[in-house]
């Protein structure tokens, strides 16, 4: 009868799964009841649940003659850093970049949208973490999950679940951070400020770009191939116009699939000796400066370019370059909106937009060089 | 929106569906409809028109 009772799951349950269960059962109801990032905290959350179920041996190392857990064998694909770029690919061919190629100075938007990510990597190497995690939690501030995952694999695995839940959950969070910061620091006349539409961008523009972006990327941050690469891959895929049964998959079947794999690994990491620290209160909270000091870095060099001469750029197109896609473009639009209800930046500020997605992976590869 | 109906300034004109959001497309003027350019479900391009109507006041 004993013997029965410590076989159980429940005899082995401490205290430190108990609250890691209560934390996947908050991740799963923020996705389910009110829609955080539903797609990716879903499997994140249930993940979660499951690893800390004791005894279950889903990431157990196995042995000899011995199969290891489930998870141990699909946690590969992370820490062989095989899904994130995969998911890249898909993101790639669902990525429009049409309004960055239409008005390529909102490159720069997109570029500044990075200062997040190094000055909290400053603010967390102050506050004592090594280089190697300081990099991990300030590419939070790139507002990009897979960047992020790819990141912190390299150099600091052990935070990996902190570090995804913290980006995963600001992404969501981006409607309620950034509206506060931008009518901060910009005026109401330049939140009124209208843009005007772009030129149609030929096909042959929007072919050669995602070849020349890989080719001057990788030159330029070896590192940041493998995400780079597979992005331009993608975008490639979908704008040659001969390939539309791979562009298909790559939009649909083959990201979903990443996705659902990618955020059950994730999830799984979120073990209670790993995730129950400071350090993870500590993470969360640099994980939001990081995320504020990424839109003020976009709206302040927005602000300079709206002194420039050429054509009007609104500044609040610049809190959009923190990628997060294309939630911040929406923010972008709903408060210009609150000051003129017939201004439409939506489509201006996916420039930024999409160029913060190449900008984080850029930084992401810099800092790899650096502390690799 | 239909063709003779009165709009006031700033009312919901049209709905565009773009990136999974809604815009909502104002009317910039009080007016009475002459012409919808579009259908429920088209497509729509940067610069096309919409719907033309005679400004009122």
């Known amino acids: 009868m004993d013997a029965l009772w410590t076989s159980t799951g429940l005899a082995n349950m401490s205290w430190r799964e108990l609250a890691m269960i209560c934390i996947a059962c908050l991740l799963l109801w923020l996705a389910i009841r009110k829609q955080f990032e539903p797609l990716l905290l879903v499997p994140i959350g249930f993940g979660a649940l499951m690893a800390n179920l004791p005894l279950s041996g889903l990431m157990a190392e196995g042995g ?71 990099a991990s939690i300030g590419i939070i501030g790139g507002a990009d999950g897979p960047t992020s995952i790819y990141l912190t694999m390299k150099l600091a695995p052990h935070l990996l679940g902190a570090i995804a839940v913290s980006a995963y959950s600001y992404m969501a969070l981006v409607p309620l951070i950034q509206p506060p ?63 539309e049964r791979l ?41 939001c400066v990081a995320f504020a000091l990424s839109t003020a870095g976009g709206l302040l060099l927005g602000k300079i370019m709206a002194r420039m001469p050429g054509s009007p750029v609104n500044p609040l197109i610049g809190a959009a370059g923190v990628s997060a896609v294309p939630m911040a473009a929406r923010v972008a639009h709903n408060v210009a909106q609150e000051t003129d209800p017939h201004n439409y930046l939506l489509m201006h500020a996916m420039g930024p937009n999409v160029a913060g997605v190449i900008g984080t992976a850029v930084a992401a590869g810099g800092l790899l060089a650096l502390l690799k | 929106m239909q063709v003779g109906a009165t709009v006031e300034a700033k009312t919901q004109a049209f709905v565009l569906d773009a990136m999974k959001m809604d815009t909502y497309i104002y009317a910039p003027h009080h007016g009475t409809v002459q012409e919808v350019c579009v259908q429920v479900g088209d497509t729509v391009q940067v610069g096309m028109v919409l719907a033309r109507y005679r400004s009122e006041g």
């Open chain 1, 247 to 287: 562009t298909r998959s790559a939009q649909n079947e083959l990201i979903n699939l990443i996705t659902i794999i990618l955020g059950l690994c994730v999830g799984v990491t979120m073990s209670g000796d790993t995730f129950l620290r400071a350090e993870t209160i500590k993470i969360l909270v640099l994980g």
């Open chain 1, 181 to 243: 910061i931008m009518r901060l620091l910009t005026t109401q006349k330049e939140r009124a400020i209208r843009m005007e539409a772009g030129a149609e961008v030929p096909t042959w523009v929007r072919i050669i770009f995602p070849i020349g972006v890989t080719i001057v990327a990788a030159l330029i941050v070896p590192a940041a191939t493998s995400l780079i690469g597979l992005l331009m891959f993608g975008n490639l895929l979908r704008e040659c116009g001969v390939t």
């Open chain 1, 64 to 134: 000899p003659g011995e199969t290891g857990g489930l998870f141990h064998y699909l946690f590969y694909g992370v820490k062989l850093e095989i899904f994130p770029p995969l998911i890249f690919l898909g993101l790639g061919a669902l990525t429009d970049f049409g309004p960055l190629l239409s008005n390529p100075k909102t490159f720069f938007l997109g570029a500044a949208a990075q200062v997040g990510v190094f000055g909290t990597f400053l603010a967390a190497s102050a506050m004592g973490f090594t280089p190697q995690e300081a």
